[in-house]
């Protein structure tokens, strides 16, 4: 009983350097999202995809990018990484965008020194 | 701009008293609003949806109305117990196909 499963659960970075976070999720949703929370902010939404094969900014897309690579996985890649960037990344699924509830993986904590 | 404000960053209670957590929003018309529990360390974990045509809705301790006309709900844990300290989130979406945009939270700590 999965659900989401993000990797990994903690990183560090040197400013500069790329990395991607993975995200799969095995309850055949087709919307999938990630959020970064920073203390004082709250969620806020990097990208999503609504389906397979699109993929939205969000509110705070600039600095990612991502890929739907099927219909079970969503990666989040920095390819540059700024301090501004240290944040706790969480990745979550719904069956459909919006109206229906989300399900969110354990998070990963990245910090960027 | 559009806002969704939960009522305080903290909030301390009694063991058994009822706790009441409010999320006000601006400039959004939501067609769902949800609420979210976030333990420490941990993913939110949906607790309840309610749809902009219905009033309350309850799951066991919890009860969550829903006022378009204040652009406000209202999340009531009743018999409050210590294990139900945790940061509590609001999430609604406009209508249409768009994403969840959560509030800031409330911490909600229950005092033995």
Redesign the interface.
């Known amino acids: 009983n999965a659900g989401v499963t993000q990797t990994p659960k903690f990183q560090v970075l040197k400013t500069g350097q790329s990395m991607t976070l993975q995200c799969a999720q095995d309850m055949n949703h087709n919307s999938m999202y990630w959020y970064r929370q920073d203390p004082g902010m709250g969620l806020r939404l990097i990208y999503y995809s609504a389906s397979e094969g699109t993929t939205d900014k969000g509110e705070v897309p600039n600095g990612y990018n991502v890929s739907r690579l099927n219909k079970r996985e969503f990666s989040l890649r920095l390819e540059s990484a700024a301090p501004s960037q240290t944040s706790v990344y969480f990745c979550a699924s719904s069956a459909k965008t919006g109206g229906t509830e989300a399900f969110f993986g354990q998070g990963t904590r990245l910090t960027v020194v | 701009s559009q806002k969704i404000e939960q009522n305080s960053e903290a909030l301390n209670i009694q063991e058994g008293k009822t706790a009441t957590l409010t999320c006000n929003y601006t400039n959004y018309s939501p ?2 609003l ?1 609420w ?1 529990r976030q333990d420490p ?6 607790l309840l ?1 309610i749809r902009e045509n219905e009033k309350e809705k309850r799951k066991e301790r919890l009860k969550v109305t829903f006022d378009t006309t204040l652009k406000q709900s209202l999340f009531h844990i009743t018999a409050s117990q210590p294990a139900d300290s945790a940061t509590y ?1 609001c ?1 609604l ?1 406009n209508s249409g ?9 409330t911490r909600l700590s229950v005092i033995a």
């Not at chain 2, 360390?41 to 949906?46: C, S």
């Not at chain 2, 196909?97 to 939270?105: I, Q, S, W």
């Open positions: 067609a769902y949800q979210y360390g941990r993913g939110p974990v949906f949806l989130l999430a979406r196909n768009t994403p969840l945009v959560f509030g800031k939270g």
